[in-house]
Structure formats: structure tokens, C-alpha cells
């Protein structure tokens, strides 16, 4: 069996009896596969975090931390493999252990990717516009957010609302986005199918069951957007 096969099952405590005597013997014998192991279980931890910045930050921990012994490809595979695989058992969490909203939400929310002014990191004619997009792009979200709310209330342009939305939600003024998601209801753009996907989620940060399952289920009913993930939570929080 390949060993990274054999550490999800361990993760998944689905290991037989045998596979738990070859398992043993590879943490005492083999090098590279306690290496790998270990970075896994690490980075586990790691993803249970409710921030996505203290998972980064803890992933640049561990690196450095192999830095210090052989600096061989193998741990730099060893990092992004062991990341895949705590991503891919996320699933069974719910068997293991019991994983909050916060862990969910900081699983599952990725602010959306600037599709309005793709190229704002360009040397283009600067506007306000151009501007605001190129603070979004680079995680200037505070400042993005009051530019958005500054050129929506300019030009009721729909699109600024969901962007300002979702500044906020990353900000962590989740009541603040769930107001905003909500005003951009009263459009019908291309962002509509997104937007219900990012409400979900607040709902979901704000500890809101009802209304995000209620918008999970309306995701997978239309197989719109994120539909899988969709499935995925509402399988957790049942």
C-alpha cells in the first residue's frame, strides 16, 4: 500500500490490524515516511484553526522548521502533500471530532477573485475603479471596502456591493456583509449565483444555521455555484 494512503488511513482511524504493524514499523524505520507523517499531523492542527491566516502562518512554521534539517525537495513535497491530504480528509472530521462554524467557514471561504478589472495591477490609466480593485487584489481589503462603498454610492454599479461585501466578510464584520449580500438582492447580475454562495457562508460565520442551510439548499437544488461544497456542509452540520 503507498504510504500516502496508509497516513489518510490513519487519519481516518480505518486501519486494520496489519496495516496498524506496517504503519508502526515505517514510523521506526523508515526516515522520510515519519517526516511526512509528522508534517501531516501538523498541518491537520493547522487547518482546524478558525483563521486562514494563523494556517498560513503555520505552514511558513513548519517550513522553516524543516529548513533547519537536510533542505531536500522531498520536504517541500512533503509540505504541499501533507496540505492535500488534511484538505481531503476534512470530510471525516465530523466522525472524528465535532468542528465548529468558525472551522467551517474559515475551511470553505476564499474571497472571490477580482474578475471586474483583471488587470488592475497594470500600468492602465489610474481611476477610481482601477484603484479600488488593485487594494482588493492586494489584501488592502479595509481600504477596498470604503473605496467599493464610495463608487457604489457614485454609480449604484451592483458589482461594488458584492466586492464590499466581500471585504467585509474577510474583515470580519460578518453583520456587515450579511447587509450588504442582502442589498445586492435587488440585482440580477453575474455575480447573483456568487453572492448567495458568500451569504451562505456569513450566515454560517454568524452562527445563523437556519438561513444558511436554507441558502445551501437552494445552491444544490439549482447545482449553482459551489453546489458540491454546498453538499459537503450541509452533510457537517446535520
Known amino acids: 500500500m503507498e504510504h500516502k494512503r496508509l497516513i489518510e ?3 481516518e482511524d480505518k486501519l486494520s490490524n496489519e496495516q ?6 515505517l514510523l521506526d524505520t523508515d526516515e522520510k515516511f515519519r517526516t511526512q507523517f509528522e508534517l501531516e499531523e501538523q498541518v491537520k492542527k ?3 484553526s478558525t483563521k486562514k491566516d494563523d494556517l498560513k502562518e503555520h505552514l511558513k512554521q513548519i517550513e522553516h522548521q524543516q529548513a533547519n534539517k537536510k533542505a531536500t525537495k522531498y520536504y517541500k513535497i512533503a509540505i504541499v502533500a501533507s496540505l492535500i491530504i488534511c484538505l481531503s480528509i476534512v470530510g471525516i472530521w465530523k466522525q472524528n471530532q465535532p468542528i465548529s462554524n468558525d472551522a467551517l467557514f474559515a475551511v470553505y471561504f476564499q474571497p472571490y477573485d477580482n474578475i471586474i478589472v483583471p488587470n488592475s495591477r497594470s500600468n492602465e490609466i489610474e481611476s477610481p475603479r482601477v484603484i479600488a480593485f488593485r487594494n482588493y487584489d492586494t489584501q488592502n481589503y479595509k481600504i477596498a471596502s470604503k473605496q467599493f462603498a ?4 457614485n454609480t449604484s454599479t451592483s458589482y461594488y456591493l458584492f466586492y464590499q461585501a466581500i471585504c467585509e466578510l474577510q474583515l470580519g464584520n460578518t453583520d456587515k456583509s450579511i447587509d450588504l449580500f442582502n442589498s445586492h438582492k435587488q440585482y440580477s447580475d453575474n455575480l447573483s449565483q456568487h453572492r448567495n454562495w458568500y451569504l451562505a457562508l456569513a450566515y454560517l460565520k454568524a452562527n445563523d444555521l437556519e438561513k444558511s442551510q436554507k441558502i445551501l439548499t437552494q445552491i444544490i437544488s439549482a447545482k449553482a455555484y459551489k453546489y458540491k461544497d454546498a453538499e459537503t456542509i450541509l452533510e457537517k452540520l446535520d
Open 150 to 153: 464610495d463608487l457604489y454610492k
Open 46 to 48: 493547522a487547518i482546524i
Open 9 to 11: 488511513l490513519y487519519f
Open 20 to 25: 496498524k504493524t506496517v504503519f508502526e514499523n
